[in-house]
């Protein structure tokens, strides 16, 4: 069988919140579904930071970003102003169900 990916001709790289890694850790694939991408995964430290918080630290959610990023398969990033403000505003529009549209 042979799977289609929309990520197969897009080499971006892909930036994750903190609940796509909260349930990549929790499904037990989730090393295996990031390894199998072909893109560059980016954490914005805003994310890291919020996987430090003592609910994941319980869980193992920040061993698995520590784990991830050790092993050079996530890179960390800062991020400005301008930038957390975006990754916010589009978080917040993803958690309402507002679509996003192309270029946003």
């Not at 289609?4 to 609940?19: C, G, I």
């Not at 520590?66 to 917040?92: K, P, Y």
Request: hydrophobic letters at 45%.
């Amino acid at each position: 069988m042979t799977f289609l990916s929309f990520l197969a001709d897009e080499r971006r790289p892909l930036v994750l919140d903190t609940s796509v890694l909260i349930n990549l850790r929790a499904c037990g694939y989730g090393e295996r579904v990031l390894a199998a991408l072909p893109n560059d995964i980016v954490v914005p430290e805003v994310v890291a930071w919020e996987l430090r918080h003592e609910a994941s630290q319980r869980n193992g959610g920040d061993g698995f970003v520590i784990a991830l990023h050790a092993d050079g398969r996530l890179r960390l990033v800062a991020m400005t102003d301008e930038e957390c403000r975006l990754f916010g505003t589009l978080r917040v529009r993803l958690r309402k169900g507002i679509p996003l549209e192309a270029g946003s």
